[in-house]
Protein backbone atom coordinates (compact mmCIF):
# COMPACT_ATOMS: atom_id res chain seq x y z
CA UNK A 1 0.00 0.00 0.00
CA UNK A 2 1.26 3.69 -0.92
CA UNK A 3 0.34 5.45 1.80
CA UNK A 4 0.63 8.55 4.19
CA UNK A 5 4.17 9.08 6.05
CA UNK A 6 4.18 7.88 9.68
CA UNK A 7 3.13 9.94 12.33
CA UNK A 8 6.34 10.61 14.54
CA UNK A 9 5.72 9.71 18.60
CA UNK A 10 5.83 12.30 20.51
CA UNK A 11 8.46 11.31 23.19
CA UNK A 12 7.81 9.22 25.95
CA UNK A 13 4.94 7.74 24.56
CA UNK A 14 0.70 -15.72 -18.04
CA UNK A 15 3.40 -18.64 -17.71
CA UNK A 16 2.24 -21.56 -18.93
CA UNK A 17 4.72 -24.57 -17.74
CA UNK A 18 4.37 -27.73 -19.21
CA UNK A 19 2.38 -28.95 -15.76
CA UNK A 20 -0.65 -30.43 -14.49
CA UNK A 21 -2.18 -30.13 -11.49
CA UNK A 22 -2.57 -27.78 -8.36
CA UNK A 23 0.29 -25.06 -8.52
CA UNK A 24 1.37 -26.21 -5.50
CA UNK A 25 2.86 -29.22 -7.59
CA UNK A 26 4.64 -27.10 -10.05
CA UNK A 27 6.40 -25.44 -6.87
CA UNK A 28 6.07 -27.67 -3.72
CA UNK A 29 8.97 -29.11 -4.27
CA UNK A 30 11.41 -26.36 -4.33
CA UNK A 31 9.16 -24.29 -2.47
CA UNK A 32 8.56 -26.63 0.55
CA UNK A 33 12.44 -27.36 0.34
CA UNK A 34 13.03 -24.19 0.74
CA UNK A 35 9.98 -23.83 3.35
CA UNK A 36 11.38 -23.79 1.81
CA UNK A 37 23.37 -14.41 -4.51
CA UNK A 38 25.82 -12.54 -6.30
CA UNK A 39 26.17 -9.50 -4.72
CA UNK A 40 28.40 -8.87 -1.23
CA UNK A 41 26.08 -8.14 1.74
CA UNK A 42 25.83 -4.41 2.49
CA UNK A 43 28.01 -2.76 5.54
CA UNK A 44 25.80 -1.49 8.36
CA UNK A 45 25.19 1.50 8.55
CA UNK A 46 26.63 3.77 10.76
CA UNK A 47 24.55 4.57 13.56
CA UNK A 48 23.48 8.47 14.53
CA UNK A 49 24.23 9.30 18.21
CA UNK A 50 20.95 9.83 19.99
CA UNK A 51 18.18 8.65 17.48
CA UNK A 52 17.02 5.26 17.11
CA UNK A 53 17.28 5.00 13.47
CA UNK A 54 20.53 4.80 11.33
CA UNK A 55 19.74 7.69 9.57
CA UNK A 56 18.08 11.16 9.79
CA UNK A 57 15.93 10.48 7.06
CA UNK A 58 14.58 7.48 8.51
CA UNK A 59 13.98 8.82 12.12
CA UNK A 60 9.88 9.12 11.37
CA UNK A 61 9.90 5.56 10.88
CA UNK A 62 11.48 4.91 13.95
CA UNK A 63 9.31 7.47 16.04
CA UNK A 64 6.33 6.02 14.51
CA UNK A 65 3.22 5.22 17.24
CA UNK A 66 1.59 2.05 16.57
CA UNK A 67 -2.31 2.65 16.47
CA UNK A 68 -3.57 -1.14 17.94
CA UNK A 69 -6.78 -1.92 16.77
CA UNK A 70 -9.34 -5.35 16.37
CA UNK A 71 -7.30 -7.56 14.03
CA UNK A 72 -11.22 -8.08 11.86
CA UNK A 73 -9.56 -6.48 8.67
CA UNK A 74 -6.54 -8.34 8.95
CA UNK A 75 -6.73 -11.99 7.71
CA UNK A 76 -6.72 -12.76 4.38
CA UNK A 77 -8.48 -15.43 3.91
CA UNK A 78 -11.69 -16.71 5.70
CA UNK A 79 -9.08 -20.05 7.25
CA UNK A 80 -6.30 -16.99 8.19
CA UNK A 81 -9.32 -15.68 10.06
CA UNK A 82 -10.30 -18.94 11.59
CA UNK A 83 -6.79 -19.52 12.71
CA UNK A 84 -6.72 -15.72 14.71
CA UNK A 85 -9.43 -16.83 16.59
CA UNK A 86 -6.60 -19.04 18.54
CA UNK A 87 -5.42 -15.64 19.84
CA UNK A 88 -8.91 -13.64 20.92
CA UNK A 89 -6.75 -11.54 22.87
CA UNK A 90 -4.78 -10.02 20.21
CA UNK A 91 -4.94 -6.40 18.47
CA UNK A 92 -3.24 -5.32 15.48
CA UNK A 93 -1.58 -2.24 14.08
CA UNK A 94 -0.16 -1.27 10.80
CA UNK A 95 3.94 0.26 10.63
CA UNK A 96 4.99 2.12 7.81
CA UNK A 97 8.39 1.70 6.13
CA UNK A 98 10.12 3.03 2.95
CA UNK A 99 9.72 0.10 0.22
CA UNK A 100 13.09 1.45 -0.77
CA UNK A 101 15.31 2.30 2.57
CA UNK A 102 17.62 3.86 -0.08
CA UNK A 103 14.95 6.39 -1.05
CA UNK A 104 12.85 6.76 2.27
CA UNK A 105 11.11 9.70 1.29
CA UNK A 106 9.46 7.84 -1.57
CA UNK A 107 6.88 4.95 -1.95
CA UNK A 108 5.97 3.53 1.55
CA UNK A 109 5.05 -0.30 2.25
CA UNK A 110 2.44 -0.90 5.61
CA UNK A 111 3.79 -3.83 7.64
CA UNK A 112 0.71 -5.70 9.17
CA UNK A 113 1.72 -6.54 12.86
CA UNK A 114 -0.34 -8.37 15.74
CA UNK A 115 0.87 -9.03 19.50
CA UNK A 116 -0.91 -10.99 21.78
CA UNK A 117 -0.66 -9.64 25.29
CA UNK A 118 1.37 -11.82 27.46
CA UNK A 119 -0.99 -13.66 30.26
CA UNK A 120 1.04 -12.70 33.32
CA UNK A 121 3.81 -9.98 33.89
CA UNK A 122 5.29 -9.17 30.72
CA UNK A 123 8.80 -8.40 30.50
CA UNK A 124 8.07 -7.11 26.32
CA UNK A 125 7.77 -8.07 23.23
CA UNK A 126 9.07 -11.61 21.65
CA UNK A 127 8.67 -10.63 17.81
CA UNK A 128 8.20 -14.47 15.98
CA UNK A 129 8.71 -15.48 12.86
CA UNK A 130 7.58 -18.88 11.45
CA UNK A 131 9.19 -19.95 8.05
CA UNK A 132 8.48 -19.89 4.76
CA UNK A 133 9.45 -17.61 3.35
CA UNK A 134 6.51 -16.61 2.53
CA UNK A 135 4.37 -17.76 5.99
CA UNK A 136 2.00 -15.48 7.39
CA UNK A 137 3.72 -13.90 10.92
CA UNK A 138 0.29 -12.82 12.24
CA UNK A 139 -1.14 -16.41 11.60
CA UNK A 140 2.31 -18.11 12.89
CA UNK A 141 2.23 -16.11 16.07
CA UNK A 142 -1.62 -17.22 16.74
CA UNK A 143 -0.71 -20.79 16.33
CA UNK A 144 2.40 -20.54 18.43
CA UNK A 145 0.16 -18.64 21.24
CA UNK A 146 -2.07 -21.93 21.14
CA UNK A 147 0.79 -23.93 21.64
CA UNK A 148 2.79 -22.33 24.32
CA UNK A 149 -0.68 -21.23 25.82
CA UNK A 150 0.69 -23.13 29.52
CA UNK A 151 4.84 -22.13 28.56
CA UNK A 152 6.35 -19.47 30.61
CA UNK A 153 7.84 -17.80 27.22
CA UNK A 154 3.87 -16.59 26.96
CA UNK A 155 3.56 -15.82 30.69
CA UNK A 156 6.20 -13.04 30.04
CA UNK A 157 6.60 -12.27 27.14
CA UNK A 158 3.70 -10.62 24.70
CA UNK A 159 4.10 -12.40 21.47
CA UNK A 160 4.42 -10.16 18.29
CA UNK A 161 4.42 -11.18 14.72
CA UNK A 162 4.16 -9.60 11.62
CA UNK A 163 3.30 -10.58 7.97
CA UNK A 164 7.07 -9.81 6.17
CA UNK A 165 7.05 -7.86 2.89
CA UNK A 166 5.18 -9.29 0.27
CA UNK A 167 3.05 -11.64 2.50
CA UNK A 168 -0.41 -11.88 3.55
CA UNK A 169 -1.80 -8.38 4.93
CA UNK A 170 1.22 -6.26 4.36
CA UNK A 171 1.03 -4.44 1.22
CA UNK A 172 2.06 -4.42 -1.40
CA UNK A 173 1.31 -7.92 -1.37
CA UNK A 174 2.98 -10.20 -3.91
CA UNK A 175 -0.10 -11.72 -6.01
CA UNK A 176 0.98 -13.63 -9.48
CA UNK A 177 -2.00 -16.33 -10.03
CA UNK A 178 -5.86 -16.54 -9.16
CA UNK A 179 -7.42 -18.79 -6.63
CA UNK A 180 -8.94 -20.64 -9.66
CA UNK A 181 -5.20 -20.81 -11.19
CA UNK A 182 -3.96 -21.81 -7.93
CA UNK A 183 -6.38 -25.51 -8.06
CA UNK A 184 -5.87 -25.83 -11.76
CA UNK A 185 -1.35 -25.47 -11.82
CA UNK A 186 -1.92 -23.27 -14.92
CA UNK A 187 0.86 -20.86 -13.02
CA UNK A 188 4.04 -22.67 -12.32
CA UNK A 189 6.63 -20.51 -10.54
CA UNK A 190 9.62 -22.91 -10.19
CA UNK A 191 11.16 -25.96 -11.98
CA UNK A 192 13.49 -26.96 -9.94
CA UNK A 193 13.38 -30.42 -8.52
CA UNK A 194 10.51 -30.84 -10.51
CA UNK A 195 9.36 -32.49 -13.67
CA UNK A 196 8.08 -28.62 -15.12
CA UNK A 197 9.54 -27.73 -18.62
CA UNK A 198 10.23 -23.89 -18.59
CA UNK A 199 10.90 -22.03 -21.55
CA UNK A 200 12.55 -18.43 -21.28
CA UNK A 201 8.90 -17.06 -22.73
CA UNK A 202 7.13 -18.77 -19.63
CA UNK A 203 9.56 -17.29 -16.99
CA UNK A 204 9.64 -13.85 -18.51
CA UNK A 205 5.64 -14.30 -18.49
CA UNK A 206 5.77 -15.14 -14.30
CA UNK A 207 7.91 -11.56 -13.72
CA UNK A 208 5.33 -9.97 -15.91
CA UNK A 209 2.34 -11.42 -13.97
CA UNK A 210 3.93 -11.35 -10.51
CA UNK A 211 5.00 -7.55 -11.16
CA UNK A 212 1.07 -6.36 -12.43
CA UNK A 213 -0.67 -8.30 -9.49
CA UNK A 214 1.95 -7.20 -7.00
CA UNK A 215 1.71 -3.32 -7.19
CA UNK A 216 4.70 -2.85 -10.21
CA UNK A 217 7.84 -4.19 -11.72
CA UNK A 218 9.31 -1.61 -8.47
CA UNK A 219 8.00 -3.17 -5.99
CA UNK A 220 9.83 -6.74 -6.78
CA UNK A 221 13.23 -5.30 -5.82
CA UNK A 222 12.39 -4.92 -2.47
CA UNK A 223 11.05 -8.17 -0.58
CA UNK A 224 14.07 -10.03 0.10
CA UNK A 225 15.58 -10.48 3.80
CA UNK A 226 17.56 -7.90 4.41
CA UNK A 227 14.77 -5.59 3.96
CA UNK A 228 13.01 -7.15 6.13
CA UNK A 229 15.43 -7.29 8.45
CA UNK A 230 15.55 -3.86 8.33
CA UNK A 231 11.19 -3.42 8.94
CA UNK A 232 12.37 -5.74 12.08
CA UNK A 233 14.97 -2.83 13.42
CA UNK A 234 11.89 -0.34 12.65
CA UNK A 235 9.17 -2.56 14.65
CA UNK A 236 11.34 -3.35 17.48
CA UNK A 237 11.83 0.77 18.04
CA UNK A 238 8.60 1.32 17.23
CA UNK A 239 7.80 -1.10 19.99
CA UNK A 240 9.67 0.61 22.43
CA UNK A 241 12.32 -1.41 22.56
CA UNK A 242 16.55 -0.65 22.69
CA UNK A 243 16.94 -4.35 22.25
CA UNK A 244 14.92 -6.97 20.61
CA UNK A 245 14.17 -10.57 21.76
CA UNK A 246 13.13 -13.12 18.65
CA UNK A 247 12.37 -16.28 18.24
CA UNK A 248 12.35 -17.00 14.40
CA UNK A 249 11.72 -21.24 12.55
CA UNK A 250 12.60 -22.41 9.92
CA UNK A 251 13.22 -19.72 7.47
CA UNK A 252 12.98 -17.20 10.43
CA UNK A 253 16.45 -18.83 11.31
CA UNK A 254 17.84 -16.85 7.89
CA UNK A 255 16.02 -13.47 8.93
CA UNK A 256 16.87 -13.56 12.90
CA UNK A 257 20.48 -14.52 11.41
CA UNK A 258 20.72 -11.67 8.84
CA UNK A 259 19.21 -9.46 11.48
CA UNK A 260 21.85 -10.04 13.67
CA UNK A 261 24.53 -9.02 11.22
CA UNK A 262 22.88 -5.74 10.23
CA UNK A 263 22.15 -4.76 14.16
CA UNK A 264 24.22 -7.01 16.28
CA UNK A 265 24.30 -4.26 19.46
CA UNK A 266 20.00 -4.19 19.47
CA UNK A 267 19.70 -8.04 20.07
CA UNK A 268 18.67 -9.37 23.54
CA UNK A 269 18.07 -12.63 23.14
CA UNK A 270 17.94 -14.81 19.93
CA UNK A 271 15.82 -18.85 19.40
CA UNK A 272 16.46 -19.89 16.00
CA UNK A 273 14.51 -23.49 15.74
CA UNK A 274 14.72 -25.63 12.70
CA UNK A 275 18.10 -23.38 12.18
CA UNK A 276 19.14 -22.89 8.18
CA UNK A 277 22.97 -22.78 7.40
CA UNK A 278 24.00 -19.53 6.85
CA UNK A 279 27.23 -21.35 4.65
CA UNK A 280 25.62 -23.35 2.06
CA UNK A 281 24.52 -21.81 -1.09
CA UNK A 282 21.81 -22.47 -2.93
CA UNK A 283 22.69 -25.13 -4.72
CA UNK A 284 23.42 -27.02 -1.88
CA UNK A 285 20.86 -25.81 0.52
CA UNK A 286 18.35 -27.87 -1.76
CA UNK A 287 20.13 -31.05 -2.39
CA UNK A 288 20.81 -31.36 1.43
CA UNK A 289 16.93 -30.52 1.88
CA UNK A 290 15.77 -33.03 -0.55
CA UNK A 291 18.26 -35.68 1.27
CA UNK A 292 16.46 -34.73 4.41
CA UNK A 293 13.27 -35.41 3.23
CA UNK A 294 14.39 -38.83 1.57
CA UNK A 295 15.89 -39.63 5.20
CA UNK A 296 11.71 -39.06 6.58
CA UNK A 297 10.55 -41.02 3.68
CA UNK A 298 12.70 -43.91 4.95
CA UNK A 299 11.65 -43.71 8.44
CA UNK A 300 8.12 -42.97 7.51
CA UNK A 301 8.30 -46.59 5.39
CA UNK A 302 10.07 -48.73 7.91
CA UNK A 303 7.35 -47.82 10.31
CA UNK A 304 4.48 -48.68 7.70
CA UNK A 305 6.49 -52.36 6.59
CA UNK A 306 5.47 -53.14 10.17
CA UNK A 307 1.62 -52.89 9.59
CA UNK A 308 0.14 -55.59 7.07
CA UNK A 309 -1.28 -53.42 4.73
CA UNK A 310 1.30 -50.98 4.28
CA UNK A 311 0.79 -50.42 0.52
CA UNK A 312 4.80 -50.09 -0.10
CA UNK A 313 5.49 -53.59 1.21
CA UNK A 314 7.44 -54.89 4.26
CA UNK A 315 11.07 -54.27 2.88
CA UNK A 316 11.91 -50.85 3.84
CA UNK A 317 14.76 -51.36 1.23
CA UNK A 318 12.17 -51.63 -1.41
CA UNK A 319 9.90 -48.94 -0.46
CA UNK A 320 11.18 -46.60 -2.75
CA UNK A 321 10.77 -48.70 -5.61
CA UNK A 322 7.24 -49.94 -4.95
CA UNK A 323 6.42 -45.63 -4.36
CA UNK A 324 7.74 -44.75 -7.82
CA UNK A 325 5.56 -47.46 -9.56
CA UNK A 326 2.34 -46.54 -8.23
CA UNK A 327 3.20 -43.00 -8.97
CA UNK A 328 5.19 -42.51 -12.17
CA UNK A 329 2.15 -43.47 -14.17
CA UNK A 330 0.64 -40.11 -13.14
CA UNK A 331 2.99 -38.53 -15.65
CA UNK A 332 0.91 -39.53 -18.50
CA UNK A 333 -2.20 -40.23 -16.56
CA UNK A 334 -3.46 -38.11 -13.53
CA UNK A 335 -5.88 -39.36 -11.03
CA UNK A 336 -8.91 -37.39 -10.14
CA UNK A 337 -8.27 -35.64 -7.20
CA UNK A 338 -10.78 -33.06 -4.98
CA UNK A 339 -11.32 -30.36 -7.73
CA UNK A 340 -8.55 -31.16 -9.78
CA UNK A 341 -6.35 -34.12 -10.68
CA UNK A 342 -3.23 -35.17 -9.46
CA UNK A 343 -0.31 -35.77 -11.18
CA UNK A 344 3.84 -37.42 -10.67
CA UNK A 345 4.73 -33.76 -9.03
CA UNK A 346 1.45 -33.40 -7.09
CA UNK A 347 1.81 -37.05 -5.39
CA UNK A 348 5.43 -36.21 -4.66
CA UNK A 349 4.48 -32.68 -3.39
CA UNK A 350 1.80 -34.03 -1.50
CA UNK A 351 4.39 -36.48 0.17
CA UNK A 352 6.36 -33.54 1.04
CA UNK A 353 4.12 -31.42 2.69
CA UNK A 354 3.04 -34.44 5.04
CA UNK A 355 6.87 -35.56 5.72
CA UNK A 356 7.59 -32.30 7.68
CA UNK A 357 5.72 -33.98 10.72
CA UNK A 358 5.78 -37.71 11.45
CA UNK A 359 2.02 -36.83 12.96
CA UNK A 360 1.01 -36.55 9.17
CA UNK A 361 2.60 -39.83 7.99
CA UNK A 362 -0.30 -42.04 8.22
CA UNK A 363 -2.23 -40.03 6.06
CA UNK A 364 0.34 -39.69 3.74
CA UNK A 365 0.32 -43.85 4.10
CA UNK A 366 -3.55 -43.65 3.71
CA UNK A 367 -2.88 -41.22 0.63
CA UNK A 368 -0.55 -43.61 -1.45
CA UNK A 369 -3.42 -46.26 -1.44
CA UNK A 370 -5.69 -44.17 -2.57
CA UNK A 371 -3.39 -43.43 -5.75
CA UNK A 372 -3.24 -47.11 -6.56
CA UNK A 373 -7.11 -47.13 -6.26
CA UNK A 374 -7.12 -44.53 -8.61
CA UNK A 375 -7.80 -41.20 -6.85
CA UNK A 376 -5.90 -38.66 -5.10
CA UNK A 377 -8.18 -36.59 -2.77
CA UNK A 378 -5.65 -37.93 0.41
CA UNK A 379 -2.65 -36.58 -1.06
CA UNK A 380 -4.29 -33.52 -2.48
CA UNK A 381 -5.57 -32.34 0.93
CA UNK A 382 -1.93 -32.84 2.20
CA UNK A 383 -1.50 -29.96 -0.33
CA UNK A 384 -4.13 -28.05 0.74
CA UNK A 385 -3.75 -28.16 4.43
CA UNK A 386 -0.07 -26.88 3.83
CA UNK A 387 -0.88 -23.99 1.69
CA UNK A 388 -3.80 -23.05 3.73
CA UNK A 389 -5.99 -23.19 1.59
CA UNK A 390 -9.98 -22.96 2.84
CA UNK A 391 -12.64 -25.09 2.13
CA UNK A 392 -14.12 -22.09 0.39
CA UNK A 393 -11.16 -22.08 -2.42
CA UNK A 394 -9.40 -19.38 -1.11
CA UNK A 395 -5.58 -19.43 -0.70
CA UNK A 396 -3.27 -17.38 1.10
CA UNK A 397 -0.54 -15.73 -1.02
CA UNK A 398 2.74 -17.41 0.97
CA UNK A 399 3.40 -20.09 -2.61
CA UNK A 400 3.65 -16.89 -4.15
CA UNK A 401 5.68 -14.61 -1.42
CA UNK A 402 7.87 -17.30 -1.29
CA UNK A 403 8.60 -17.38 -5.21
CA UNK A 404 9.12 -13.55 -4.89
CA UNK A 405 11.57 -13.29 -1.49
CA UNK A 406 13.65 -16.39 -3.08
CA UNK A 407 14.02 -14.28 -5.96
CA UNK A 408 15.81 -11.93 -3.74
CA UNK A 409 17.77 -14.03 -1.49
CA UNK A 410 18.98 -17.05 -3.20
CA UNK A 411 21.53 -17.47 -6.39
CA UNK A 412 20.00 -18.09 -9.67
CA UNK A 413 21.02 -20.88 -11.71
CA UNK A 414 22.14 -21.32 -15.72
CA UNK A 415 19.22 -23.54 -17.11
CA UNK A 416 22.73 -26.21 -17.40
CA UNK A 417 23.09 -25.49 -13.39
CA UNK A 418 19.08 -26.21 -13.22
CA UNK A 419 19.52 -29.72 -14.64
CA UNK A 420 22.16 -30.58 -12.54
CA UNK A 421 20.65 -29.78 -9.37
CA UNK A 422 17.35 -31.64 -10.50
CA UNK A 423 19.53 -35.06 -11.30
CA UNK A 424 21.23 -33.92 -7.97
CA UNK A 425 18.05 -33.73 -5.92
CA UNK A 426 17.24 -37.05 -7.57
CA UNK A 427 20.56 -38.70 -6.51
CA UNK A 428 20.08 -37.64 -3.28
CA UNK A 429 16.03 -38.17 -3.29
CA UNK A 430 15.14 -41.53 -5.04
CA UNK A 431 11.44 -41.15 -3.84
CA UNK A 432 11.10 -38.21 -6.51
CA UNK A 433 12.68 -39.48 -9.31
CA UNK A 434 10.07 -39.69 -12.33
CA UNK A 435 12.22 -42.72 -14.26
CA UNK A 436 12.84 -39.97 -17.16
CA UNK A 437 15.18 -37.08 -18.12
CA UNK A 438 14.14 -34.00 -17.19
CA UNK A 439 17.32 -32.02 -17.31
CA UNK A 440 16.24 -30.25 -20.16
CA UNK A 441 13.89 -27.11 -19.24
CA UNK A 442 14.65 -26.22 -15.73
CA UNK A 443 15.12 -22.60 -16.01
CA UNK A 444 15.05 -20.36 -12.94
CA UNK A 445 11.59 -18.84 -12.29
CA UNK A 446 13.75 -15.62 -11.40
CA UNK A 447 15.68 -15.31 -14.20
CA UNK A 448 14.12 -12.18 -15.85
CA UNK A 449 13.75 -10.48 -12.10
CA UNK A 450 13.78 -6.75 -12.38
CA UNK A 451 16.96 -7.06 -10.13
CA UNK A 452 19.73 -8.93 -8.92
CA UNK A 453 19.60 -11.06 -5.07
CA UNK A 454 20.81 -9.38 -2.17
CA UNK A 455 21.33 -11.54 0.55
CA UNK A 456 24.68 -13.12 -0.39
CA UNK A 457 26.09 -16.62 0.52
CA UNK A 458 27.84 -17.06 2.98
CA UNK A 459 26.07 -14.66 5.80
CA UNK A 460 26.29 -13.53 9.17
CA UNK A 461 29.78 -14.29 9.52
CA UNK A 462 32.11 -12.92 11.97
CA UNK A 463 29.30 -11.27 13.38
CA UNK A 464 30.77 -8.78 16.33
CA UNK A 465 28.95 -7.33 19.63
CA UNK A 466 26.03 -10.21 19.16
CA UNK A 467 24.77 -11.76 22.40
CA UNK A 468 24.49 -15.54 22.97
CA UNK A 469 22.07 -17.20 20.80
CA UNK A 470 20.49 -20.75 21.51
CA UNK A 471 19.67 -22.66 18.32
CA UNK A 472 17.39 -25.44 18.39
CA UNK A 473 16.97 -28.82 16.26
CA UNK A 474 15.63 -31.99 15.76
CA UNK A 475 18.51 -34.33 14.75
CA UNK A 476 15.75 -36.04 12.12
CA UNK A 477 14.71 -32.41 10.77
CA UNK A 478 13.48 -33.31 7.12
CA UNK A 479 14.34 -30.24 5.45
CA UNK A 480 16.60 -27.63 7.67
CA UNK A 481 19.52 -30.63 8.22
CA UNK A 482 20.72 -30.51 11.78
CA UNK A 483 24.34 -30.14 10.05
CA UNK A 484 23.21 -26.32 9.48
CA UNK A 485 22.07 -26.04 12.57
CA UNK A 486 25.61 -26.63 14.08
CA UNK A 487 27.11 -24.61 11.30
CA UNK A 488 24.46 -21.66 12.39
CA UNK A 489 25.15 -21.76 15.79
CA UNK A 490 29.00 -21.57 15.35
CA UNK A 491 28.70 -19.17 12.96
CA UNK A 492 26.87 -16.62 15.52
CA UNK A 493 28.58 -18.38 18.71
CA UNK A 494 25.83 -19.16 20.24
CA UNK A 495 24.48 -22.58 22.22
CA UNK A 496 22.98 -25.59 20.31
CA UNK A 497 20.16 -27.58 21.75
CA UNK A 498 19.96 -31.10 20.12
CA UNK A 499 16.68 -32.84 20.36
CA UNK A 500 16.78 -36.48 19.47
CA UNK A 501 13.71 -37.65 16.63
CA UNK A 502 11.68 -36.77 13.82
CA UNK A 503 9.78 -33.45 12.48
CA UNK A 504 10.99 -29.97 11.60
CA UNK A 505 10.27 -27.16 14.48
CA UNK A 506 9.72 -27.73 18.35
CA UNK A 507 9.98 -24.70 20.24
CA UNK A 508 6.50 -23.33 19.01
CA UNK A 509 4.62 -26.75 19.67
CA UNK A 510 5.44 -25.94 23.56
CA UNK A 511 4.70 -30.00 23.66
CA UNK A 512 8.24 -31.06 24.90
CA UNK A 513 8.72 -29.89 28.50
CA UNK A 514 12.17 -30.75 28.07
CA UNK A 515 12.88 -27.89 25.29
CA UNK A 516 9.88 -25.86 26.44
CA UNK A 517 11.90 -25.22 30.17
CA UNK A 518 15.00 -24.47 28.73
CA UNK A 519 13.93 -22.17 25.94
CA UNK A 520 12.38 -19.80 28.25
CA UNK A 521 15.23 -20.46 30.74
CA UNK A 522 17.16 -18.86 27.96
CA UNK A 523 14.45 -16.27 26.99
CA UNK A 524 13.51 -14.80 30.59
CA UNK A 525 16.60 -15.42 32.28
CA UNK A 526 19.35 -15.59 29.67
CA UNK A 527 20.43 -18.59 30.70
CA UNK A 528 22.46 -20.95 28.06
CA UNK A 529 22.20 -24.81 28.20
CA UNK A 530 25.26 -26.58 28.70
CA UNK A 531 27.38 -27.81 25.72
CA UNK A 532 25.83 -31.22 24.49
CA UNK A 533 22.74 -30.51 26.26
CA UNK A 534 19.52 -32.65 24.09
CA UNK A 535 16.16 -33.65 24.30
CA UNK A 536 14.15 -36.38 22.92
CA UNK A 537 11.22 -36.14 21.75
Known amino acids: MRGRRPRAATRGGTGSGRHRGPVTKGIGLLALAGVLAACVPAEPEEQRPGTGSPSAALDVFYEQELAWEDCTDYPTTAGEAGLLALAPEAECARMEVPLDYEEPEGELASVAVMRVPASGDSMGPLLYNPGGPGGSGIVGAALAFAGLADSEITE ?175 LDEPVPALESE ?50 DGAWPNSLEANHAINCMDEERLTPEQGGELRAATYEQAPFMDPGVDVTEGARDGCEHWPAEPELGFPYAED ?41 HGIVSLGSNECVDETAAAYLIDLEVPEEGTTCSL
Open 156 to 330: RFDLVGFDPRGVGATQPAVKCYTDEEADQGVVALGSQGTTVQFTEEDTRAIMERCAEGSGGAEVLPHLGTRDTARDMDVLRAALGEDQMTYFGQSYGTRLGAVYAEQFPDRVRAMVLDGAMSPLEGSFERRVNAYAGFQAAFDEMTAACGAEADCPLGSDPGQATERFQEIVRPL
Open 342 to 391: LDFDGAVGGVIAGLYSPVSWPRIIEGIAEVEEGHGDGLMQLIYDFGLRGP
Open 463 to 503: VEGLPETLVVSITGDPTTPHGGAIELAETLGGALLTVEGEG
